[in-house]
């Protein structure tokens, strides 16, 4: 290890580290604007100069950029030079010269890495009286708000978008000593990770345009560690409130998980939970006259939920956007065997058969930094941008950074398709007869089998070879599935190619899988079922049947996972009592007898089990909106007034972490769960942890734009151990309790590196979350042997111009629930579409944009809509892609054949145009 002596004391420094790293890895203090951990050196700003000395010796020295130098054995600098200092203090004057004096009403304002440098420089007195070099700024979208004047010309926003996540449409443009920053032409930055821009910029030239709207100073916010909803990832996030609203929301740290960065969904999918429609107040149906309030309706349902018990007509429904906790008091209501996990059930499968295979293997779960580095992959019928896009960028890292090869079989071009090496646009079908045959070659069989190759598309045999051939090579292979396509064969074939390259190998080759789930909870609510309850059609039939009478859905729109929501609304009209706990306005909620609001994910505190299988606690932030209370209270008060079995124990949980603790204790898969953060009693020095800095402006009366006068009390937190207040413990606690990154002279984001053993790396005391499922033993017979591919259903007759397969599309703006519902968002969504080959488009004679009433005949039903024709050459000609999770789509479940009939065009009028 190499020794670096700063100022006359000697530092132990890492291997392959840079002198800036090196003085940042011991906490000492040195600014800089250019570098990021992530982004590596590029020495524009010179803002980190010190002085070097050759030896002991040398007692001149020169000025060096500390980071384009390396820290070897030996290195002797000096941060407290009085030359170094002026030097670096005259740099922070030369790009004071430009930038505008608008601090007190800079969004970046107190949170701003110019301002701690400054400070940190000693540069105090502006001498320059000049003109200032000004800009016009652009329109960069609903996201993203630019403020050119603000730049200091660090790059650090174009290395990061074009060269480390590899978007094209911002860029740098010069004339003499004019710079900008920005795009071509206005418009929306197409990169779904622009909004890293926000924290990436040391400035406030690209700033978070939705606080925008609704802007509150940072140190004025309240937050608490938390977990993105968004997709199945488990990205860590800090979600920040005032006055009772959510206000934005940033990267937390994760070296495991996230690192720095969010993607577009998660940092602005936010909105959702200010959205106007929240429920907010129990409501019912009934025409008995009583009052609509938690008591009345808590004992009215505690009645019919015990007479429907003892009858053995109550049945419940969960959900993969609901905590472990809620699923686990709602399975304890109505009993394992009358709960559904609330998936559709074709994805139920797939993810039951995921499970099952990483409990019962040696093959690693990738996490995304394991992505970060492998050398070859992958992607079987999954778009990794729209279903799981950091993936996404984790990929982009490993194919600029790792040299990783990378195939794609997807049904249409991808953002990452400019980095792979094969990019096949193959329907879900073909993409897992394109795994089995890389199966077969594995295995050494000299040609796949005929039907295998017969059903793929001419020339993609050449591929099948060259990419089992960079699979068997690999030092390090990931293979990645999704479950936005809803086909079984896509997983079982990555499955068994993971396998096959374990067998393949005796055991010496570690290949990595991934499955890109939808929600944040998919896996937790699976391992939580253990495939004991019915299926969502088994429910429908005893509905039907008037088995079940009465029914629970938990925080989940049934609509969304049914593929006949005709059959659907009949059978939920023909229940008794039909019992909906839910944030939102959804169509379930529209049919219920009973509406009971809960809280939303940062108006509440739970646990999540991210696709990795890793186990993490999110915190409430805020208090839930209108008379809105956790889910799992309103299950346990059920429970406990039911006075079913079990309602003894559920007295016991008056906080979160008993809920947690009973579910550990009743499942052995998820006993770990209890060891992922401290309970909501947890105490340092006797004392809370504060939601608010410590330099909030305000203390307990938050209303105070109403109400100065201080007698609000903050509300009661049994759950966390966090205080709506700014006063608690002022220290270091536990990573899974860090609500900021904050140290004295590091106010911006660039704090975090004051938390890290080493820069870039873990965090002090570990990085928060546990996996719950680490490699094991293969079983017996599970190496892949008789690889069955699971087909969509044969093509119905008609016209061949006029029968097409219809594959769900993912959208990363749109697809995904609750962020759809976020204004910011819901501006980016494109509309309803069809999605068509050019020649298909010919053939039924529609043209792009154009708008079609259409009739899709499936099994001799048929579905009526009115779409916008969509074309992409790269599309399969016999497909027709639909956006998934769109309202007016969310009968499709499952690829499947459909006669495609145009009834008619809708007339579509021209936009108006702008007043000027």
């Not at 069989?445 to 068997?472: F, I, N, Q, Y």
């Not at 991210?610 to 309103?634: C, I, L, M, N, P």
Request: aromatic share 6%; with cysteine; hydrophobic share 35%.
């Amino acid at each position: 290890m190499p020794k670096v002596t700063i100022d006359n004391k000697t530092y132990d420094v890492a291997e392959g580290r840079n002198l800036l790293e090196a003085i940042l890895d011991n906490k000492l203090e040195l600014p800089y604007f250019c570098w990021h951990p992530e982004l590596g050196s590029v020495g524009s700003c010179r803002l980190c100069a010190v002085k070097q000395y050759r030896d002991e010796d040398d007692k001149q020295g020169r000025l060096v950029t500390s980071c384009m130098m390396p820290a070897t054995d030996g290195a002797r600098i000096s941060i407290a030079d009085p030359e170094a200092a002026e030097f670096r203090r005259s740099v922070i004057e030369w790009l004071m010269i430009n930038h505008p004096h608008d601090c007190p009403v800079c969004d970046e304002g107190g949170e701003c890495h110019l301002q701690d440098m400054t400070v940190m420089t000693g540069h105090a007195h502006r001498r320059y009286r000049g003109r200032k070099r000004t800009f016009t700024n652009q329109n960069l979208g609903p996201f993203i708000h630019h403020e050119m004047n603000r730049c200091i010309q660090c790059y650090r926003c174009v290395r990061f978008y074009r060269e480390y996540a590899g978007g094209e449409d911002l860029g740098v443009f010069a004339s003499k000593n004019h710079v900008y920053f920005g795009r071509f032409e206005e418009g929306a930055l197409e990169l779904p990770f622009a909004g890293n821009l926000v924290e990436v910029c040391p400035t406030g030239v690209f700033t978070d345009k939705t606080l925008h709207r609704h802007f509150t100073r940072k140190w004025d916010l309240q937050s608490a560690p938390s977990i993105c909803t968004h997709c199945g990832l488990g990205c860590n996030t800090l979600p920040a409130s005032r006055y009772g609203t959510l206000r934005r929301v940033t990267s937390r740290y994760n070296s495991e998980v996230n690192g720095y960065w969010l993607c577009d969904r998660g940092r602005f999918g936010y909105e959702y939970v200010n959205g106007n429609d929240r429920l907010l107040a129990p409501a019912s149906r009934t025409d008995d006259g009583a009052p609509d309030d938690w008591e009345t309706s808590t004992a009215a349902i505690a009645g019919i939920l015990s007479e429907a018990r003892a009858n053995g007509t109550l049945a419940a429904v969960g959900s993969p956007r609901a905590s472990l906790e809620s699923n686990f008091v709602l399975r304890e209501i109505v009993g394992a065997e009358r709960f559904n996990p609330g998936l559709a059930d074709e994805e139920r499968r797939i993810v039951t058969r995921f499970l099952e295979f990483l409990e019962s293997t040696s093959v690693r779960c990738a996490s995304l930094r394991d992505a970060n580095s492998v050398d070859v992959a992958l992607v079987l019928g999954a778009d990794v941008t729209s279903e799981a896009p950091l993936l996404d960028l984790a990929m982009t890292q490993a194919c600029r950074n790792a040299g990783c090869r990378l195939t794609l079989t997807s049904l249409r071009r991808g953002r990452l398709s400019k980095f792979a090496a094969d990019d096949l646009h193959l329907d879900p079908d073909q993409a897992a007869r394109f795994g089995a045959a890389i199966v077969a070659t594995l295995r050494g069989t000299p040609e796949p089998p005929e039907a295998l190759r017969d059903s793929l598309p001419p020339g993609t045999h050449d591929r099948v070879r060259d990419t089992a051939a960079a699979l068997s090579a690999a030092r390090r292979p990931l293979v990645i599935a999704g479950t936005s396509a809803r086909h079984r064969g896509v997983l079982e074939a990555a499955i068994q190619v993971a396998q096959a390259l374990v067998s393949t190998s005796g055991g010496s080759k570690e290949p990595l899988v991934s499955l890109a789930l939808p929600e944040p909870n998919t896996l937790g609510v699976t391992m939580l079922d253990a495939g004991e309850g019915p299926s969502l059609e088994n429910l429908l039939s005893a509905i039907e049947s008037g088995k079940v009478s009465t029914l629970i859905v938990c925080e989940n729109d049934l609509f969304r996972r049914s593929g006949n929501p005709e059959r659907l609304a009949n059978a939920l009209a023909k229940l008794e009592t039909l019992i909906v706990l839910d944030q939102l306005e959804t169509s379930t909620v529209e049919g219920a007898d009973w509406t009971l609001p809960v809280a939303a994910a940062a108006e509440s505190s739970g646990t999540f089990v991210s696709s990795e299988g890793r186990a993490q606690r999110y915190f409430q932030v805020k208090a839930a909106a209108g008379e809105a209370r956790t889910s799992w209270r309103v299950l346990r008060d059920l429970l406990v007034d039911s006075q079913q079995e079990g309602s003894e124990a559920a007295l016991e949980w008056t906080a979160t972490h008993h809920v947690t603790a009973a579910l550990a204790a009743a499942h052995s898969s998820l006993r770990q769960v209890v060891e992922i953060a401290p309970p909501g009693d947890f105490r340092l020095l006797q004392q809370r942890i504060p939601r608010l800095s410590i330099r909030s402006s305000g203390r307990n009366a938050m209303p105070d734009m109403t109400d100065v006068r201080q007698h609000v009390q903050p509300p009661e937190d049994t759950d966390t151990p966090f205080a709506f207040s700014m006063e608690g413990y002022q220290g270091r606690g536990p990573t899974s309790l860090l609500p900021r990154y904050w140290s004295p002279g590091w106010n911006s984001s660039e704090a975090v590196n004051r938390f890290q053993i080493e820069v870039g790396g873990p965090l002090h005391g570990g990085d928060p979350g546990l996996r719950l499922i680490e490699p094991g033993d293969i079983r017996t017979g599970s190496d892949g042997a008789g690889l069955q591919t699971v087909s969509v259903a044969a093509v119905p007759t008609g016209k061949l111009e006029a029968v097409l397969m219809l594959c769900g599309i993912s959208e990363v703006f749109g697809s995904e629930e609750t962020s759809r519902r976020a204004p910011a968002v819901a501006e980016s969504m494109p509309p309803a579409y069809m999605l068509l080959n050019p020649d298909t488009a010919v053939s039924l004679g529609v043209v792009e944009d154009g708008r079609y009433d259409l009739r899709f005949g499936i099994d001799e039903e048929m579905r009526e809509l009115s779409l916008t024709v969509r074309i992409d050459e790269t599309l399969p000609i016999h497909v027709a892609g639909l956006p998934a999770g769109y309202p007016e789509t969310a009968w499709w479940q499952a690829p499947c054949w459909a006669t495609v009939e145009i009834t008619g065009q809708v007339e579509q009028r021209e936009p108006e145009k702008e007043q000027p």
